[in-house]
């Protein structure tokens, strides 16, 4: 099984500033024959089921604002918040699809500060 | 528009079993790998187990942890997808999500509560 491991598993930013998210992965999620890594970040906010933000570790999904990007290829990816607003407290996690079974990271809670 | 609704969830004892539905609206679901995803009271997101369409076969996968006693349905006849839970245990409880795998995850139902307590 893939293990993904995320960090930090907490983060306080300033309304404005900047917010990084890790995420590594066991083994590569890179499939070498389409050179797509196979993974995805999902933001999850209390009580509501976790909303699609990014695909393919890079491509953002539609409607999502332009603020969050993602980055990395292989075996470490970063989600990346450039300007924080209020709207964004939640909690993150990355998931790969390169394998079954599927995993996710343990969640990234994000909070101001 | 997208939908799936899930339903089934309750109040379980120990050893006994629940079925799980999921009806899909506004996408072809006969085409379409569906899976569960659960998530325990405060906890993460647990991948249950998936089956591909008919075209390939409705081959289902399962975590480690549910392999043997969850088995995963489809009918598109009906649009709606099945998980049998049988012998449940106490660390099952968690809300049930439905959720199109595309191969990420999206869309996700609003998810049903199964509780396992005596």
């Known amino acids: 099984d893939i293990v993904m491991t995320q960090s930090p598993d907490s983060l306080a930013v300033s309304l404005g500033e900047r917010a990084t998210i890790n995420c590594k992965s066991s083994q590569s999620v890179l499939y070498s024959s389409n050179n797509n890594n196979f993974l995805a970040w999902y933001q999850q906010k209390p009580r509501q089921p976790p909303k699609l933000l990014i695909y393919w570790a890079s491509t953002r999904e539609s409607g999502v604002p332009d603020r969050f990007s993602g980055s990395g290829s292989g075996t470490d990816f970063t989600l990346t918040i450039s300007s924080l607003q209020a709207e964004d407290v939640a909690v993150y996690y990355c998931?790969?699809?390169?394998?079954?079974?599927?995993?996710f990271g343990q969640g990234t809670k994000l909070e101001i500060k | 528009e997208v939908q799936l609704v899930e339903s089934g969830g309750g109040l379980v004892k120990p050893g006994g079993s629940l079925r799980l539905s999921c009806a899909a609206s506004g996408f072809t679901f006969s085409h379409a790998w569906m899976s569960w995803v659960r998530q325990a009271p405060g906890k993460g997101l647990e991948w249950v187990g998936h089956?591909?369409?008919?075209?390939?076969?409705?081959?289902?996968d399962y975590a480690a942890p549910v392999k043997g006693r969850f088995t995963i349905s489809r009918d598109d006849s009906k649009n709606t997808l099945y998980l049998q839970m049988n012998s449940l245990k106490t660390e099952d409880t968690a809300v049930y999500y439905c959720?199109?795998?595309?191969?990420?995850?999206?869309?996700w139902g609003q998810g049903t509560l199964v509780t396992v307590s005596s």
């Open positions: 959720v199109t795998e595309q191969p990420w995850f999206d869309p």
């Open positions: 089956i591909k369409s008919k075209g390939d076969a409705e081959t289902t």
């Open positions: 998931q790969q699809y390169y394998s079954t079974p599927r995993t």
